[in-house]
């Protein structure tokens, strides 16, 4: 007991029953009004009797014999309550605030990051974006993911950072709290991504790319080969001629397993051809005889058309030299020579009879020369 002797008995009355009143602290304030009314009188009156205080007991025993007098329940023993995530969060936004604005330096490094803050909503944004990319596999390129869909994730991340930047856009209160989260999260993640950003941008990115020139038909120079045009010495186009490497095998344009060779693209038509049997090859479907057959697809079916002689280039070339005879000019000499012309004969000296002495006559007055036509003859002829 706190009461001092040296009080009067109005006094010490009254702190008995202040002490019995703050063990009645979770009950209403009439209920206890009730519970104490003309109990400080009371002790009073009974300490001037000479009654001493220790008679009543402990206060805290007292207000207990009172509550079970009252029918009321005994005081339920309460824990102090740990403070929440987000009260100790407040807690520390407050110590934050309060440690900003102890000092006038710490005051203008506060008023600074708030101009900074729209720059950090969009930093926040950017990554975020990059954060979910690298979670979805996104391909990055010098550290960054870039494509049109990266792009599109960027900007939506940025929107919705700056709009919470500005307290938008949190219709409900779970929302703020994601938010907060993200802060924190971004904040741990900015560091990384600078750091991953710029090591990548100042390494140069080098990617080898091979190409696969395992072609299954013929190939040249690392391209498709489609077809072939072959021309003699006198440069004249050939209209077909059979390959064969030095094995003896067939070569084609195309590979073992495919059924036919690979189509042509004419650059000058703008337009895909279907390859087919060289037509003097048909019967014998031999894809080893050149040039090959082709046929334009149609622009309304996107059918090929009817296979026909394929047209190269160039139709003809020049010689390859003075020696190289044309066949087609020789055989108009042959076509010649079969019909009793020759070249500078006029026919005149055919008409006129054989007149020297080795001359035969023949009926009708023809004659038909037996002798050479040397030039000792011609001499003695003169």
């Known amino acids: 007991m706190n009461v001092s002797a040296a009080l009067t008995n109005a006094e010490r009355a009254e702190a008995f029953t202040a002490e019995v009143r703050s063990h009645l602290s979770d009950l209403p304030t009439e209920e206890v009004d009730e519970l104490l009314d003309g109990l400080g009188a009371d002790i009073t009156e009974r300490l001037s009797e000479g009654d001493s205080l220790d008679s009543l007991g402990d206060a805290a025993h007292y207000a207990e014999e009172l509550r079970q007098a009252a029918g ?94 500005r307290g938008r856009w949190l219709p409900r209160q779970w929302l703020a709290r994601v938010r907060d989260v993200a802060n924190v999260v971004a904040v741990i993640l900015t560091l990384p991504f600078l750091v991953t950003t710029w090591v990548n941008a100042s390494t140069p990115n080098v990617e080898y790319v091979v190409d696969d020139l395992s072609y299954q038909g ?27 490497d030095q094995n003896g095998k067939p070569i084609t344009t195309m590979g073992e397993d495919q059924p036919t060779p690979p189509d042509s693209w004419v650059q000058g038509e703008d337009r895909n051809y279907a390859h087919s049997f060289n037509p003097i090859a ?101």
Not at 237 to 244: E, G
Not at 348 to 363: K, V
Not at 369 to 377: D, G, L, Q
Request: hydrophobic share 40%; with cysteine.
């Open 72 to 165: 009321l329940p005994a005081r339920a023993t309460t824990k102090p309550t740990k403070p929440t995530a987000a009260e100790r969060a407040e807690r520390l936004k407050q110590r934050g605030a309060e440690w900003l604005d102890a000092t006038p330096g710490r005051q203008g490094f506060r008023d600074l990051m708030v101009s900074l803050r729209p720059a950090w909503w969009v930093l926040r944004g950017v990554v975020g974006a990059w954060a979910a990319l690298l979670l979805l596999r996104h391909p990055l390129i010098n550290g960054v993911p870039v494509s049109l869909g990266a792009a599109a994730l960027t900007l939506a991340f940025i929107a919705v950072s700056v709009q919470w930047g």
């Open 218 to 244: 013929l190939a040249f120079n690392g391209g498709e080969v489609t077809n072939i045009y072959a021309y003699d010495c006198a440069g004249n186009l050939l209209d077909a001629v059979r390959l064969y």
């Open 282 to 382: 048909r019967d014998a479907e031999a894809w080893n005889v050149f040039p090959l057959g082709s046929a334009r697809y149609s622009d309304v079916t996107g059918e090929a058309g009817t296979p026909a002689a394929a047209k190269p280039e160039k139709t003809e070339l020049p010689p390859l030299s003075r020696d190289c005879v044309d066949p087609a000019a020789s055989a108009d000499e042959a076509s010649g020579g079969a019909s009793g012309e020759k070249p500078g004969d006029d026919g005149a000296a055919g008409d006129e009879p054989a007149t020297d002495g080795n001359a035969d006559a023949t009926p009708g007055g023809a004659s038909v020369s037996t002798t050479p036509a040397t030039p000792a003859n011609q001499l003695a002829a003169r």
